[in-house]
């Protein structure tokens, strides 16, 4: 009966290139995958998109709820227990200025 022997080098090579293999197999090559801190804060929406309300949540976890018909917003403002919520339009905030 006829052994096999293998050194060190060898084998640690071989680890090397079915590892290697096995993390290029697992990662998907059709979509590209995003930066963990570069993903963008409003997700794009279709052009056809005619939704009347839209929520967006911002980093610093405030949620804006927008009413795209008639400009009206609301704003979450953090505090402790239950979130307060403030009604904004978007005609008078940019008349103020």
Known sequence: MKTITIDLKSFCLGL??????????????????????????????????????QAYVAKDSRTIIIDTQTGRFLLERPSIGLPTWQSYDFEQLHQRK
């Open 16 to 53: 090397l290139v079915m590892g290697a293999g096995l993390l290029m197999a697992n990662k998907p090559a059709g979509q590209p995958q995003p930066e963990p801190g570069k993903q963008p804060l409003v997700q794009p929406q279709p052009s056809g998109d005619t939704r009347r309300f």
